[in-house]
């Protein structure tokens, strides 16, 4: 958690240097465009996939005492990876204008030519990131993590040094080049670690003999399926939002916004709830597993639903606060804000997806999950071109229906994963979550009812003042209807600050 939260201020500072510099013009929509094509081709290739696939293969090997083996198969794979990369990624820059043309419609020659520049330069970093991806595998199977965490904010810091140092001689391009540099830092931060591995050994030749690589390619299967259609769906938004200038940069930065309060609400409490639902299930404790699901559910919801009202009602003040300087203007944070109203209103459905989904793998379930997020992101797809057609009949920006289309799918993709994990644990105690929710909703009305006033109150005053000061009043009315309805999420708070002050004399629960 703490590795996340570094990369989630790196991220956010490569975020406001990068629109300081360049805001929602031309050239950033090309940047952010001509990055969408390496993402999608990693993530298909050497992504989710291969690591839900590589590494539970990986570990079985070194479990049994097969190190040998083990190291052949993860030589066998970087090999395989690779190679299918690298001949993608060729393809890719060969017919980079073509693929350009088709990936985006409303550029103009000159901004399409720019997207395609821009898209051979990055081209190099999903061949260095399926490396590096799995590095990653194979330290978290040693179960080495503190250097695979912080991976990702070498990649900011690659994109930073760009914007610093690379874009003053070179314009855009630099900043292209700045995430081929990250890519390589992300690779680069985790090779002493992977050097200090007992007994590695690296071996040439494909393995395509072996079962082992066979099983690889057998459990990427269904992964595949749902990692595709949902990359298809970045792409089709990508083309989407493409005919209004600024748009594609708006809708980029919105989500990534709003995936930073569901990082710290959501992903970090996920990854500490893994080991305890894998326990419970290991021991045979479905009921014990139940009621942990629901606490859990309910603690999310009562950090969730206030910040989805606050995000939502200080969005404005809290983006210029952030980004608007240099070529980020008004206009800009006005684009942004417009997506990132409809995104978040979709932080509470992603916030249970992610709590929801852990409960699937510690069962050893991950077909309902993926079967489940490919028919949603199918549906994202139809929304996306339903939503860009009414909101441009009733005269909104139309990239705005992108970004509701993201938030009802993930509203339906989290109704079908509590479907069916109901009937799998045979319950989910409804009741305890509704009755948490009903109090955490009290709460975040008197929460944004002050926080309405607060706006009001300081229209005229700083974005910092605002945002700030919003945030802390707004923070103090919910813990205080909280106190008054006894939400026992409170009290489980206080007693975790407790526990930790006096952690050195006392035994984990």
Known sequence: MIAMILVQIASLASSILITRAFGTSAENDAFNAANTLPNIIYNLVAGGALASA???????????????????????????????????????????????????????????????????????????????????????????????ALAPAMYSLGKIFGVLFLVPHWGVQGLSYGVVLGAGLHALIQLPSLLHLPERKYQFGLGLHMPEVR??????????????????????????????????????????MMLIPEAFIAQATAIAALPTFSAQVARGQPEEMRSSLAMLLRAVLSLALPATLG??????????LIYQRGEFTSDSTALVSWALLWYTMGLIFHSVVEIVSRAFYALHDTKTPVFVGAVAMSFNVGFSFLFTWLFGLVGWQPFGGIALANTLATAL????????????????????????????????????????????????RAFWLISLGGIVVGGLVYLGVMVLVK?????????LVHRLGHGSHTQPE
């Open 54 to 148: 590589f590494v539970p293969t990986f570990t079985t090997l070194l479990t049994q005492g097969k190190r040998g083996t083990a190291w052949k198969l993860a030589s066998s794979v970087i090999n395989l990876v690779t190679l299918i990369l690298v001949v993608v990624c060729a393809v890719a820059a060969i017919f980079a204008p073509w693929v350009v043309s088709h990936m985006v419609q409303g550029y103009d020659a000159q901004k399409a030519a720019l997207t395609a520049q821009l898209l051979r330069i990055q081209l190099c970093s999903p061949i260095i990131f399926g490396i590096s991806g799995l590095f990653m595998g194979i330290l978290n199977a040693h179960q080495s993590f503190w250097w695979t």
């Open 215 to 256: 099983e690889v390619a057998r459990l990427m299967g269904p992964r595949l399926i749902g990692v595709s259609i949902v990359q298809l769906n970045f792409l089709i938004n990508i083309s989407l939002a493409s005919p209004w200038p600024g748009a594609v940069t708006a809708i980029t930065v919105a989500f990534a």
């Open 311 to 320: 995000l939502i009602l200080l969005r404005q003040p809290v983006i210029a």
């Open 413 to 460: 993709e989290m109704c079908g994963q509590l479907f069916f994990m109901r009937r799998r644990l045979g319950g989910l105690h409804l009741r305890l979550i509704g009755e948490g929710f009903f109090k955490a909703a009290i709460a975040t009305l008197a929460m944004s009812m002050t926080l309405w006033g607060w706006i009001t109150l300081t229209s005229a």
């Open 487 to 495: 939400a026992p999420e409170l009290q489980l708070l206080l007693g």
